[in-house]
């Protein structure tokens, strides 16, 4: 079985500041691990997935993702937030070898402010 | 272009009444999923479907039913919606073993 926790449902940073979002998760078999993007009244866009090649793993708009086995963590990180990646952010695991469902974590509404 | 596509956007209807919401794919995807968002409870599957005919009950299952019979398609039914199923639906579809799903825009919800 597996989840996924997030922490922090709401984070707020000034645009040009480091954005953070954490996620850890627990997976009985080896994970897939996935970073959703959902912008308001929009579906979920997928921004980086781990599916156990690299463990830094980049995505769209300069986001990206390290995978720690040993700290169960799959926590997104940009370097220099914009206005326009106001959203909210999921963390989604999968089990891999053919199992596709994909389990969420509940939310993180990333603000940017000016 | 490749795309998950959900009908309607947006339904209101009273309780009782019977529906269907449809979800259908072009990328040839084996898998397809129901999920539905709530606030503060991220999202949550409904029903996933690993085939043509083959379904499977999800975390939420209570009050829904789904068909495959054709693989590009994946009804939502509720037979008799109550308010407590209002909440904005998604339809998903991945390539078996790929990772990742792609999502439809969502289907917005309401039950009076």
């Known amino acids: 079985a597996q989840s996924v926790t997030q922490l922090g449902s709401h984070v707020s940073v000034s645009e040009g500041a480091l954005v953070l979002l954490r996620c850890n998760y627990s997976?009985?078999?080896?994970?897939?691990l996935f970073w959703y993007v959902q912008y308001p009244n929009q579906g979920l866009q997928l921004l980086l997935k781990y599916t156990s090649a690299a463990t830094l793993v980049k995505g769209i708009n300069g986001f990206e993702a390290e995978f720690k086995k040993s700290e169960t963590s799959f926590h997104l990180t940009k370097p220099s937030a914009h206005m326009s990646d106001a959203a909210e952010y999921f963390c989604a695991v999968s089990g891999q070898g053919g199992s596709e469902k994909l389990v969420f974590g509940k939310g993180t509404k990333l603000t940017v402010n000016p | 272009e490749a795309q998950v596509t959900q009908n309607p956007r947006y339904l209101i209807t009273v309780t009782g009444k019977k529906l269907t919401v449809t979800c259908s794919q072009n990328?040839?995807?084996?898998?397809m999923s129901w999920y539905r968002q709530d606030p503060g409870l991220g999202l949550r599957q409904i029903y996933y479907?690993?085939?043509?005919?083959?379904?499977d009950k999800g975390d939420v299952p209570e009050g829904y039913k789904v068909s495959r019979k054709e693989k590009r398609n994946f009804p939502l039914i509720l037979e008799s919606p109550s308010p407590n199923q209002t909440s904005l639906y998604f339809c998903?579809?991945?390539?078996?073993?790929?990772?990742?799903?792609?999502f439809g825009s969502g289907t917005r919800l309401t039950v009076v």
């Open positions: 997976s009985s078999v080896p994970p897939y």
């Open positions: 990328m040839n995807h084996e898998y």
């Open positions: 998903a579809s991945s390539l078996q073993g790929a990772g990742g799903y792609t």
């Open positions: 479907s690993m085939n043509v005919e083959v379904t």
